[in-house]
């Protein structure tokens, strides 16, 4: 029988990925249930060719033109987030895909969890905005999350049949972004479309600046914290810059196992769809009679601040990482917006964590209050540093 499952964001970079995969395994996979927030004419192509039960839009202002493109194919049309939380529960899924991009996939997660759906989970902002309570309601409900980020699908499958207590640390790679040599003179001048050239992966514009501020690496150290239940000190980055090297676990005997593949997000995806089984990939094999020198160096925090900034929040907990976040989304959109520059960055998220009120143990409502303070006093640091 097909695996029942859906997708959140699917008009995004992985979301169009996880399509791919589906298209390439007939019979292997059913859509049930498919989610955008914008692109309802994208949204409603993917509708009419994969036959889901029902698709959401989440901007209520194209709830109408999304009906007008679906008219006829009996396949329902809701909008917002409201009604997501029923349709999970309601359909017959086995697995949601949540590829939300940024803050906006939280609560995604926290319905799809309730619902008692396994997840495949390519929103790390869930777990770094509220990685207690969706661990916590995950193992209330006996929901599996299966990480599909490339580094934590990498630790999570170096570590099947692997004990807990015979972990000792988590390496995760960083390709290093675009801007690795460059100093911080050479810093303050990047363009933004600098900013987006990354040398490996081809990902959505925040993501990408994140890779280039070395945000990105910074979320998904927290997103491992809460996945393989971490303390702080047994997380560590490494810069390899082939990207070949996707992630490593090290064991009290010393043993490291490592999981190597050619960069392609396609990889984790299928993994996560296919888990706890595996299916053929069409991702090019690594010839290792051709492969280049594997290279290996720490990363500066000192240069990119935000790295330095995350392992900060980490270890203070409660809703840390949660204003992190949402100043980091603030300012990354102020400099796609050419409103403030590179540097500018963390200064507004480093000033964000120092202002915004600080709760230990925040429930879903703190984390969403949380949210909305943390926006808006970023919004005002960004007025200091306007160009």
């Known amino acids: 029988m097909p695996k029942n499952i859906a997708i959140l964001g699917s008009t995004g970079s992985v979301g169009l990925q996880a399509l791919e995969v589906v298209r390439e395994n007939p019979g292997n996979y059913r859509v049930t249930l498919l989610s955008a927030f914008s692109s309802y004419g994208q949204l409603a192509k993917q509708a009419l060719e994969f036959r889901p039960e029902a698709v959401v839009i989440g901007d209520k202002g194209h709830h109408d033109d999304l009906v007008k493109w679906l008219s006829g194919s009996n ?36 319905c799809t969890i309730r619902a008692g759906k396994d997840l495949a989970l390519a929103n790390k902002e869930s777990l770094v905005v509220g990685g207690q309570l969706v661990t916590s309601l995950a193992k209330e409900k006996n ?56 040398p490996t992966w081809n990902m959505g514009d925040k993501i990408t600046i994140d890779s280039a501020t070395l945000m990105n690496k910074g979320l998904e150290v927290i997103e491992a914290k809460w996945l393989f239940d971490l303390e702080p000190g047994q997380l560590e980055v490494v810069v390899h810059p082939q990207s070949i090297i996707h992630s490593m676990v090290e064991f009290i005997d010393g043993s490291i196992i490592a999981q190597l593949s050619n960069p392609d997000m396609k990889l984790p995806i299928i993994y996560a769809l296919a888990y706890p089984g595996r299916k053929r990939g069409t991702i090019p094999r690594v010839d290792f009679s051709t492969l280049p020198p594997l290279t290996f160096h720490k990363p500066d925090m000192e240069k990119f601040r935000n790295l330095a900034l995350a392992f900060e929040a980490l270890v203070k907990g409660g809703n840390a990482p949660c204003i992190l976040n ?53 919004e005002e640091i960004v007025k200091d540093w306007e160009i």
Request: glycine share 8%; proline share 5%.
């Open 75 to 110: 396949i329902r049309v809701y909008s917002g987030i409201e009604p997501m939380g029923g349709l999970l529960g309601e359909l017959n899924i086995d697995l949601v895909l949540n590829a939300i991009v940024g803050y906006a996939g939280f609560e995604p997660t926290i």
């Open 143 to 198: 929901v599996t999350i299966i990480p599909v980020d490339s580094e934590h699908s990498a630790i999570f499958q170096c570590l099947q049949g692997e004990e807990k207590k015979d972990l000792e640390r988590v390496l995760l790679t960083a390709s290093g972004g675009p801007f690795s040599g460059h100093s911080k003179e050479e810093l303050e001048k990047v363009t933004i479309k600098e900013a987006l050239n990354h």
């Open 326 to 378: 949402a100043a980091n989304e603030i300012a990354v959109k102020a400099f796609l917006s050419k409103r403030i520059g590179f540097p500018a960055i963390p200064e507004i998220v480093e000033q964000s964590l120092l202002k915004v009120s600080y709760i230990v143990d925040p429930d879903f409502e703190g984390y969403v209050n949380t949210d909305t303070e943390a926006r808006m006093i970023a």
